[in-house]
């Protein structure tokens, strides 16, 4: 099955309005999600309770027919609660693997930030390099696989930041938000005698997402925009505002993310307008900003949003 960059923008559009049905009034959120899902990709979804981070992993594997494997953090929870653990069987004398939660299609890292860096740690192969190994024996991931990880970024009692190695296997960081009033009476509405999530079925099989997955990788990246990428990235290294600037996970990122979105527009090139768009999702949580620029109220999207701004725009003539 080979698939143009007009079926993706076609397929990528019925996900989003079946999502719509669930998450109302965030447009903007459910294409990055699905970018993320386009580039392989993992997700953080960080925002305050209720906001509806659980119901979105929750309805993107409805609509793509995918396993949803749920795991709840916990500062009790182990590694082997989440990777699976070897056991021994009696009737055949050998040792026999029993696969964790990590083995679903889409994984649901519900409050993430609450485990203890040991538990945090066994996510860092599964991620990376779509397997797990126990006892020495490596056992791949399904396909597709992606980790959708939520944190509440208020509440910091009992929790445990992730590490700059966890946040870069992330592909987009993301947020939802309050709703307006308008959305909130139309998000009761929509509640008033049964959740719409029971009722949204799968709009893709897994070979259209295979087919688009690979459609998405032809998108045209000219010279001039993957020097912009990295023109980005460099900057970040450079700043005196951040001790860590940007990894190459993250140009890498950009790049993928660029390619996703330019398809999700229907265009098979990418604009330089597409990496602006992308920058602070998919490079903001990778950063950490100065003690001193910290003092000063500066976070790492106003600071990156400074980087776009001084930054020269390619020439629109050279990117396709």
């Known amino acids: ?135 020495g024996v490596a056992h791949p991931l399904p396909s597709p696989f992606m980790v959708i990880a939520t944190q509440n970024p208020i509440e910091y009692e009992g929790t445990f930041p992730l590490p700059e190695a966890q946040l870069d296997r992330f592909l987009l960081r993301i947020g939802l938000g309050y709703l307006n009033k308008r959305e909130e009476i139309e998000m009761i509405d929509d509640q008033q005698f049964d959740h719409p999530l029971k009722t949204i079925a799968s709009v893709l099989t897994l070979d259209e997402l295979a087919a688009m997955q690979a459609a998405v990788k032809t998108v045209h990246v000219s010279p001039a925009v993957k020097q912009y990428i990295v023109d980005i990235t460099f900057a970040t290294r450079d700043h005196e505002h951040f001790y860590l600037g940007s990894s190459p996970r993250g140009s890498l990122g950009l790049f993928r993310a660029g390619q996703a979105q330019a398809a999700l527009q229907g265009r098979d090139y990418v604009l330089p307008d597409d990496i602006k768009a992308l920058t602070e999702p998919v490079l903001a949580h990778r950063l950490i900003v100065t003690p001193a620029a910290r003092l000063k109220k500066f976070t790492a999207n106003k600071i990156l949003r400074d980087v776009l701004q001084q930054l020269p725009l390619p020439d629109s003539q050279t990117v396709k």
């Not at 559009?13 to 999502?19: A, Q, S, V, Y």
């Not at 693997?97 to 203890?116: H, K, S, Y």
């Open 1 to 135: 099955m080979t698939y143009t960059v007009t079926d993706v923008q076609t397929h990528s559009e019925r996900i989003i309005d079946n999502l719509s049905q669930v998450i109302v009034g965030k447009r903007r959120a459910l294409e990055l999600t699905v970018i993320s899902l386009l580039c392989q990709g993992h997700l953080l979804i960080e925002d305050v309770p209720g906001t509806g981070k659980t119901m979105l992993a929750r309805s993107l594997a409805q609509s793509l027919g995918c396993i949803l494997s749920r795991i709840q953090f916990t500062p009790d929870l182990l590694p082997g609660d989440v990777t699976g653990t070897s056991i021994y069987n009696q009737h055949t004398q050998a040792f026999e693997f029993r696969p964790g939660p990590i083995m679903g299609q889409v994984v649901l890292a519900d409050e993430i930030n609450r485990a203890t860096p040991k538990t945090q740690s066994a996510l860092l192969e599964a991620m990376e390099e779509r397997q797990i190994t126990i006892d």
